[in-house]
Nanobody
């Protein structure tokens, strides 16, 4: 099982980034996907969620209207489009795959750094 995040980097306030998380080794279309982030000295927090079919999404209040989560089940990839970035968005961003049911399975990626600074 692998989850590989990419697309992080350094961006100025007000800028945009698009994160990608490519999955392999499991049935991607059966898993809900989420993006989390963790800033230095803070707990990991949920940023955005999308269900397995892509028809339902949820966002943290702090990113509503600025971030958009989407998925392409044909490409086994989930995305996070981040616009109007703020310094407080600086963190390591992780993707998570989760399948509920008789046997709950959770997989995490290694993370990608996003730094918003002038």
């Amino acid at each position: 099982v692998q989850l590989g995040e990419s697309g992080g980097g350094l961006v100025q306030p007000g800028g945009s980034l698009r994160l990608s998380c490519a999955a392999s080794g499991f049935t991607f279309s059966s898993y809900a996907m989420s993006w989390y982030r963790q800033a230095p000295g803070k707990e990991r927090e949920l940023v955005a969620y999308i269900n397995s079919g892509g028809g339902s999404t949820n966002y943290a209040d702090s990113v509503k209207g600025r971030f958009t989560i989407s998925r392409d089940n044909a490409k086994n990839t989930v995305y996070l489009q981040m616009n109007s970035l703020k310094p407080e968005d600086t963190a390591v961003y992780y993707c998570k795959a989760e399948r509920l049911g008789l046997v709950r399975r959770v997989y995490w990626g290694q993370g990608t750094q996003v730094t918003v600074s002038s």
